[in-house]
Nanobody, 122 residues
Framework: QMQLVESGGGLVQAGDSLRLSCVASGRTFSNYAMGWFRQAPGKEREFVAVTWSGGGTVYADSVKGRFTAFRDNAKNSVYLQMESLKPEDTAVYYC????????????????WGQGTQVTVSS
């Protein structure tokens, strides 16, 4: 089992920045692609970003240029730096781990954190 614990969510204003963190334990972190997903009220969970060892990242079009996902394998951690936040970014954000190659679909991920709420006011 891998445990994932997110932190860093909160209430911010449009245009503000926020950094989410996710700390993993229980498995060899570097073997896992780490994804960020989000779920707004009444909507399905959606892909935000994925990063893997070696520095590769992929972003959803809706966050490209505003969000940056990066990881520190020495700290078993992955981060999501969010800039120029918009009200439509309001959601519960989850980090997730997938063994092996990165994927964009939530059902392909093996482990999930509990989520952290991000609320962006206009």
């Amino acid at each position: 089992q891998m445990q994932l614990v997110e932190s860093g969510g909160g209430l911010v204003q449009a245009g503000d920045s926020l950094r989410l963190s996710c700390v993993a334990s229980g498995r060899t972190f570097s073997n896992y692609a780490m994804g960020w997903f989000r779920q707004a009220p009444g909507k399905e969970r959606e892909f935000v970003a994925v990063t893997w060892s070696g520095g590769g990242t992929v972003y959803a079009d809706s966050v490209k240029g505003r969000f940056t996902a990066f990881r520190d394998n020495a700290k078993n951690s992955v981060y999501l730096q969010m800039e120029s936040l918009k009200p439509e970014d309001t959601a519960v954000y989850y980090c997730a781990a997938k063994y092996g190659p990165p994927r964009l679909k939530s059902y392909e991920y093996d482990y999930w954190g509990q989520g952290t709420q991000v609320t962006v006011s206009s």
